[in-house]
């Protein structure tokens, strides 16, 4: 497969920094389409296990030895690290490459990619799956299959790199999608990062002698909870005003519930009911 300018996918040479579920799913779904697959990670234990299950042709903990051999450059770690790697990324390569990460916020990524010096071709990017699990253990070559992709370009992205990137989604099989930073920020508060709060606070609420009847309703609602914290609190602390504003307009709904139940008003209780099973309707269609 080849895109405008000659970049030819099987002659590319890709390293991906972070080999956690989505670094490693996505070196899974890559094998074998691609010149050669770096891994890069800080963990030893991932590179063993990296190295072990031939995830990746060469992996190393030390960005400085497998970026200079690569022209393609995916960042698949935690929201705060890659901002540091980008910041750090010029000592390690003097190469043009292109630069596309999978991180959950998008507005500072695209900022401090826009501050990278002219040989490097950035865009940002986010896939829309996952699971709690986040080690590369739980991978699957699969993760990205049918998932929406968030593209954000910046004003410096060249149709090159943006046409690598739809290269890259449509060979893993994802759906590829143009959003603007701020505008992804602002969706996903609401899409993701709040949900998983909720699901914090539920699990919080939620007194500790009922574990022996907890269902599939309270399993289901709850499940976000189980996110490795470490992640989640990068990504929130990088969205933090669009988070707030998700949670002020939750709280709304929240007091209009608890008011219809403190004033026993069946009408209006039964009436925003509704109105939530309508707006879940349109959801899930």
């Known amino acids: 497969m080849q895109i405008e300018d000659g970049f030819v996918l099987a002659d590319a040479k890709i390293a991906i920094i972070g080999l956690g579920l989505m670094g490693g799913s996505l070196a899974l779904a890559l094998k074998g389409k691609c010149a050669a697959l770096y891994g890069i990670d800080s963990d030893r234990a991932a590179l063993e296990l990296a190295c072990r299950q031939n995830v990746v042709d060469l992996a190393d903990g030390d960005p ?100 690598a990137a739809h290269l890259i989604i449509e060979v893993i099989g994802a759906k590829a999608m143009i959003l603007d930073a701020i505008e992804h920020d ?16 539920l699990a919080l609420s939620t007194p500790k002698d009922v574990a022996s009847f907890v269902g599939p309703g309270f399993k289901s609602t709850s499940r976000l909870a189980g996110t490795p914290s470490s992640m989640m609190l990068g990504v929130l602390q990088s969205n933090r005003e669009n988070v707030l504003e998700v949670l002020r307009c939750f709280r709304h709904s929240l007091d209009e519930i608890e008011s219809s139940l403190i004033s026993n008003d069946s009408d209006s209780l039964l009436s925003l009911l509704n109105q939530a099973q309508a707006s879940y309707q349109t959801f899930t269609h």
């Open 64 to 163: 400085a030895k497998l970026l200079p051999e690569s022209d393609l450059v995916i960042f698949a770690a935690p929201v705060p690290a890659i901002l540091i790697l980008l910041e750090q990324l010029p000592s390690f390569t003097s190469n043009r490459c292109i630069v596309m990460d999978l991180g959950s916020t998008k507005r500072l990524i695209v900022e401090a990619m826009s501050r990278l010096p002219e040989r490097f071709e950035p865009i940002g990017g986010h896939p829309i799956c996952g699971k709690e699990k986040l080690s590369l253990a739980n991978a699957e070559s699969t993760l990205y299959q049918n998932a929406p992709f968030i593209l954000t370009p910046l004003e410096r992205t060249t149709q090159r790199t943006l046409s």
């Open 186 to 201: 602002r969706i996903l508060a609401a899409t993701s990062h709040f949900p998983f709060l909720l699901s914090s606070a």
